[in-house]
């Protein structure tokens, strides 16, 4: 994230082919929409940011259930 205008396109790529290529449920696309989400929330890009975290919410309670802690830390 030193240089984000650079990884941006990168990133997004990455979690592209991660949601094509793996079970939706795996810890690297929650690794991928964490790293996006402090990328936007640094530029400043709040509108961006919220869409991913969205996709976050979304992902851990695939990945754990509706009621796990982890949810209700994200929402």
Sequence with gaps: ?????????CFLKAL?????KLPKQNELFGIFLKTLIEFYEKENRLS???RYYL???DHT??????????VANIT
């Design 1 to 9: 994230l030193k240089r984000p205008k650079e990884c941006e396109s």
């Design 48 to 50: 961006e940011a919220k």
């Design 16 to 20: 592209e082919l991660i949601q094509e």
């Design 61 to 70: 309670r695939q990945m754990y259930g509706a009621r796990h802690p982890y």
């Design 55 to 57: 996709l976050e919410i």
